[in-house]
């Protein structure tokens, strides 16, 4: 995607400059198999570093989803007390929310964390 270009320029062009050199610099009688293997190490890092990054993101997005799947309030059963919501319980639901939530930002930050060494990017 666009936006991720700029997380893995200098390891694009490291890579551009490597395959360069087999344009200019390699012939039959030199070490093919060592340029090969350099190089395939070098795509094979980015790409596994690319798809962690790409995991974690959809490990984030499944852990907000959580979030969404049980509604914070729900409708009282009984319809002849006033009001539609169901309160009686809400500290408890609101501190049980507010706790899972808390966790999960916590685990949300470690893939953070992880993703920012899998770019090799410095976060604050």
């Known amino acids: 995607m666009p936006v991720e270009l700029p997380l893995i320029e200098q390891q694009m062009d490291e890579i551009d400059a490597q395959l360069k050199g087999a344009e200019t610099d390699l012939n039959w009688s030199s070490d093919v198999l ?3 293997n350099k190089t395939y190490e070098m795509i094979k890092d980015m790409e596994q570093r690319l798809q962690q ?3 974690n ?4 997005n499944g852990i907000m989803e959580t979030w969404a799947e049980s509604p914070l309030f729900v409708r009282k ?3 002849k007390v006033l009001g539609l919501l ?3 319980d809400r500290k408890d639901r609101v ?6 939530i808390t966790k999960n930002g916590e ?3 470690q893939l953070i964390q992880q993703n920012a060494g899998f ?3 410095n976060v604050r």
Do not use: G, P, Q
């Not at 501190?95 to 899972?100: E, P, S």
């Open 95 to 100: 501190k049980t929310r507010y706790d899972m």
């Open 86 to 88: 169901s309160l009686n």
């Open 34 to 36: 060592e340029y090969i």
């Open 77 to 79: 059963v009984e319809t």
């Open 57 to 60: 993101v959809t490990k984030m």
């Open 107 to 109: 685990e949300i930050h």
């Open 53 to 55: 990054a790409k995991d």
């Open 119 to 121: 770019f090799k990017v």
